[in-house]
């Protein structure tokens, strides 16, 4: 932990405490944004950012662009409510900031808000309008008490279908205004401005809830506590990672709603906690395998969709085969189409999709092999089950008919989306930047740098533009291409025609140039342009070199930066690699009744088969290389299988396990099961 020293505890106004776990480039932006607001208030702030064990480079980052922050660096995850009560038991001032790392503050935000807190000494706690990452205003800035009624309402779905009515749109308070003042019962925890003096009477967070509901807690006592919430929507903030970001993901629905039902036995009666345990318990399970539901419906329904193409296709071509081929004349029998056809599907889309024939770009040569070698396999078997041998010509035909099918629908729908044919050639976006010339270049210089496929139209100049029209000078040591990078970055106009921009070009993306725009200034251009034709909004913070945004209010924010392309987690390599992990398990298992006396951990060798199996582990990967985020935990390391007289340092296996990574193919694994085979069972 890095503690600086802070400002005398009876001149600090306000107290901003940022809790991050693992979304560095998300973190520097919201700080840039606090930075500027503290400049704007022009009153002693102290900043304090806990970091719960981030493996991103968060805590490398504050404490080399942010000297002023007060940095808590966790050696865990004790989740948002303790490290929140962590700055809040040594912060001192007057209010306190609870925000959230992925949000973007106006340079005014935090004088309005002290301002209304100064002029409102009733006001315990106060939330402010929030918006997406597309500019569109969040519903849960502004929230009613969850209520068993209330909760009910929401779970089961009437609060969506009716969000306006006062009866079933109390969670979100539909019924009220988003752009006036209003008293509301729940404020939001992505921003949260508290008085201290109400939360030294109520106390801090309630450390029950890991993450989620802990707001909803606070609130609730402050009201009971004799405090007003307040709704103030006189300043806006960005909210990356909304709601509606996470109500798709599983985890989220068993986490949120199981807080909701901490709450409920907590301040209601125990009766009817007992009743609101239960609804909310069947809630949970409804929206999870809702949640589940659409997300297997999503992937598998270009599959789903193949399938049955290809069914009727078959059932065509038997119907003619029959009439006019058949060697025997004669229909086949009914388990032909019922049980043959199916299983012929099975293995052809089984083939194709580990050829690779679902992963973007589409190419149609995976499809054409993946097809192949599944009819290849289809002729094999039938040649061992008489009682299942019908045609090989069917088979062909099928086989043709089915790459016909498959290729047909990609087609169709790549036109539907692009309104051309051209497979593997996504149409680029067209990205326009607003900012001044030299941030603009440097924007194009980090696209160009990360691979993003996409085609810079030029930018669009800021008020305090004073740079040329005529690209900037490049030195003597910059190379060619980047001279003919810069020179092509022009001028498309003046931010009073961006919206007339946007349509001229056909822009489905416009970057904003932090250092060249305020946030309130990005927020109201957001907000001003119209909704059609859509376009994408992002933002390069000043000296970043993440560009960072959303690309709609359904999806949790991304970001373009420059980093190394490792082929362990391409998908056809990672779909391999799970295939291998699979059948070397089954046959491990298989053999340990040999394998398993040299292993020197026996019982460690079959609980290992087993998770691998099932997924849980995998055999070869990354044990020494922090990526929580994507790796699975692995039994070996490519760095376990050098031969060397000494042992390896630390420094030493990272760096063969960034090279497994970077240029990884199935037979590394082989090749460290091979060398390392006795100890399977570690």
Known sequence: ?????????????????????????????????????????????????????????????????????????????????????????????????????????????????????????DCGGLGVKMLDGQGQFLPESKRGLPTPAVA?????????????????????????????????????????????????????????????????????????????????????????????????????????????????????APGRAGLFSLLINAAIWLRAGAAVLERLAVRAAPLLLDAGLIWVGMYFLKSYWENNHKFVPGAYPPQYMMVAVPAYILVWLTSAYLSGAYDPPVKTSRVVRGIFVGTLLISAASNFLDAWRFSKALIILGGAWAVAAVVGRQLLAHFIKYRDFRLSEHRQKNIAIVGSGTESRRVHRLLEAAGVKARVIGYVETATDTELSAPAEVSASASLSQAVTDSQMEPLGELHQLADIIRLYALDELIFCGKDLPASQIIALMLSLPAAPPVAYKILPEDSQYIIGSSSKDTPGDYYTLDIALNLYQPRQARAKRLLDVLSSVALLLLSPFIGWFQTRKAGFLSNCLAVLVGNRTWVGLRHTADTARAVPAVLSPADAAQTAAPLNEVTRRRLELLYAKDYEPGMDLNVLWRCWRRLGE
């Not at 950012?49 to 966790?74: C, H, Q, T, W, Y």
């Not at 009560?85 to 001032?93: F, H, P, S």
């Open 152 to 268: 009910f309402y929401k779970m089961f779905g009437l609060a969506k279908l009716m969000p306006r009515s006062r009866t079933f749109g109390r969670y979100h308070l539909g019924f009220l205004s988003p752009d006036e003042t209003h008293e509301i019962e729940v404020l939001s925890g992505a921003f949260m401005l508290l008085r201290k003096a109400a939360l030294d009477k109520v106390g801090l967070l309630d450390e029950d809830y890991f993450m989620y509901g802990e707001d909803i807690d606070l609130s609730y006592r402050l009201t009971q506590g004799g405090w007003k919430n307040y709704y103030f929507p006189g300043t806006r903030i960005i909210h990356y990672k909304g709601e509606s970001t996470k109500r798709t993901s599983v985890n989220f629905v068993f986490v949120f709603y199981r807080a909701m039902v901490i709450f409920a036995r907590k301040h209601f």
């Open 1 to 121: 932990m890095a503690a600086k020293p802070v400002i005398s505890p009876a001149v600090v106004k306000l107290s901003v405490v940022i809790v991050n776990y693992n979304v560095c480039y998300f973190l520097e932006q919201t700080l840039l944004s606090v930075r500027r607001a503290v400049e704007k208030l022009g009153q002693p702030v102290e900043v304090f950012v806990v970091d719960n064990n981030s493996v991103d480079g968060s805590v490398a980052m504050v404490k080399a662009r942010f000297p002023e922050a007060v940095l808590i660096a966790n050696r865990d995850n004790p989740g948002f409510s303790k490290a929140n009560n962590q700055a809040l038991r040594r912060a001192t001032g007057q209010y306190q900031l609870l925000l959230n790392p992925d949000t973007v503050v106006e340079e005014d935000t935090f004088r309005a808000c002290c301002e209304f807190m100064d002029a409102h000494p």
